[in-house]
């Protein structure tokens, strides 16, 4: 089981992201977009059991930690074949994350013609001219990196005008770089209000908490000050 290290801190709830898929070789080849049936046909039966498995295992550990508070647990799907994701599905798993616009337009939209309910999450680094054919994105349920206002601008402007005005607002999470790494996207802490403020002005984003990406290995050390500042940063953008 390999963990993602995207963990957004909610200004109402928490939740998490995490990576749970097969060890099996065969599931680690590039994304070749298929129709949804020919993906659920192509599910290899041993690496299903072991993706039912380590998602079984992950969210056994994730109520652990949570002490009960409301966890939404998304599997990090990116470069993973449909196929996989069609196992997650099976497995009962609706929350998937994606890191690149065109790869996750396109499994949305498999899943989509099938009608299997799912939700999708960007969790990339996103340039403001992708932003209209990730609006496009079936079931779009939150992006997760919104780091400037030039982003949340063109969010609000082509969600609108792709879904209409009186289409449910888009849920976003402001990225905040806690650490200072330059291989890290997100605002800084102290641009973090403004952000907020200028988020919660765009009538169809919602916004729901900020994220971070905290220092995961013991080379890069320990992630506690991370989410010690993200929680500075949600009390002052509050």
């Known amino acids: 089981v390999t963990f993602g290290s995207c963990m957004p801190s909610s200004l109402t709830t928490a939740a998490t992201a995490a990576l749970v898929w097969s060890s099996t070789r065969a599931w680690r080849v590039p994304v070749t977009m298929k129709a949804w049936?020919?993906?659920?046909?192509?599910?290899?039966?041993?690496?299903?059991?072991?993706?039912?498995?380590?998602?079984?295992?992950v969210r056994s550990r994730v109520a652990e930690a949570s002490n009960g508070r409301e966890v939404t647990l998304v599997?990090?799907?990116?470069?993973?074949?449909?196929?996989?994701?069609?196992?997650?599905a099976?497995?009962?798993?609706?929350?998937?994350?994606?890191?690149?616009?065109?790869?996750?337009?396109?499994k949305a939209q498999a899943a989509a013609e099938e009608n299997v309910d799912l939700r999708w999450h960007f969790i990339g680094r996103l340039q403001s001219n992708k932003a209209k054919l990730l609006c496009t994105t079936p079931n779009l349920h939150a992006v997760h990196?919104?780091?400037?206002?030039k982003i949340a601008k063109a969010l609000q402007r082509h969600w609108v005008d792709v879904n209409g005005e009186d289409f449910p607002a888009l849920n976003v999470f402001i990225q905040i770089n806690t650490s200072?790494?330059?291989s890290k996207g997100g605002c800084t802490p102290d641009e973090a209000p403004a952000l907020a403020a200028a988020v919660a002005s765009c009538p169809n984003l919602n916004l729901v908490g900020l994220m971070c990406i905290g220092k995961y290995s013991g080379a890069e050390g320990d992630a506690s000050m991370d989410f010690i500042v993200l929680d500075q940063c949600r009390t002052a953008a509050a």
């Open 180 to 182: 200072g790494e330059e």
């Open 75 to 88: 599997a990090v799907s990116k470069t993973k074949p449909l196929s996989a994701v069609a196992a997650a």
């Open 37 to 57: 049936r020919s993906a659920v046909a192509d599910v290899d039966s041993e690496a299903s059991r072991e993706i039912a498995s380590n998602l079984m295992s």
């Open 90 to 106: 099976s497995a009962g798993h609706v929350d998937f994350g994606e890191n690149y616009v065109q790869e996750l337009v396109d």
């Open 145 to 149: 990196t919104v780091h400037n206002e």
